[in-house]
């Protein structure tokens, strides 16, 4: 089985970057990763990819084109077909994403369009919302914009904090990621008219209350 070629950019601890390594230890999942770019030469995923024997490369983020002129060089050498931005904090040169139009995801920790760019889980608490979540999507030069491509809802609680929302939404990023290569590598994902279609979608049947309606 010939597997999808993913390159994975990351700034930090890499948990998405390690939910989909875990995914791609299974022989039969459609995709492996090839390649891990951080533009800081101190973040913990790094580890991880070498550790599995990932290539592996910093490049420091001083310039966007200087950064995505070493990038693009680092992923075409690994033959990558597809960009995954795993906690990737820093906005990408326009003419990059471009280049890699509909091969280039996201996974932001909210429901988009709703709260993008920095600290949606406070704000999503702020605004006093039911549900948050995550979002993964196609890449577009605005940020944390793009075709949908899959959404994990998850319900704010009365006691929540920032830290305690963040983490009830990272827990489902790790699911919802490896669900989205695997469409996507599987060949069951388009974009048609910027918005994404997939072969074989089915949306839950059952409908969500919060607070929960009384027993």
């Given at each position: ?126 605004a006093g919302v039911r549900f948050t979540g995550c979002t993964v999507h196609f890449v577009r030069p605005e940020v944390d914009a793009g075709p949908i491509i899959a959404q994990a809802v998850v319900p704010t609680r009365p006691d929540d904090d ?54």
């Amino acid at each position: 089985m010939s597997r999808l070629r993913v390159g994975v950019l990351i700034s930090g601890r890499g948990s998405n970057l390690r939910a989909l390594m875990a995914a791609c230890v299974d022989t039969t999942y459609p995709a492996r990763i090839v390649s891990v770019v951080s533009d800081r030469v101190k973040a913990p995923g790094l580890a991880f990819a070498q550790s599995a024997g990932i290539c592996s490369a910093v490049i420091p983020h001083h310039a966007r084109q200087a950064f995505a002129a070493q990038a693009e060089v680092l992923l075409r050498g690994q033959r990558v077909e597809l960009v995954c931005l795993a906690g990737f904090m820093r906005v990408l040169d326009a003419a990059f994403v471009e280049a890699w139009r509909d091969r280039m995801v996201n996974i932001h920790p909210s429901l988009l369009p709703a709260f993008p760019g920095l600290r949606p889980q406070s704000r999503a608490l702020a605004a006093g919302v039911r549900f948050t979540g995550c979002t993964v999507h196609f890449v577009r030069p605005e940020v944390d914009a793009g075709p949908i491509i899959a959404q994990a809802v998850v319900p704010t609680r009365p006691d929540d904090d920032e830290a305690s929302l963040s983490a009830r939404i990272l827990s489902v990023e790790h699911r919802l990621y490896p669900l989205a290569v695997r469409l996507i590598a599987e060949g069951r994902v388009r974009v048609v008219a910027d918005k994404v279609e997939i072969d074989g979608w089915r949306a839950p049947k059952i409908a969500l209350l919060n607070p929960c309606e009384p027993l």
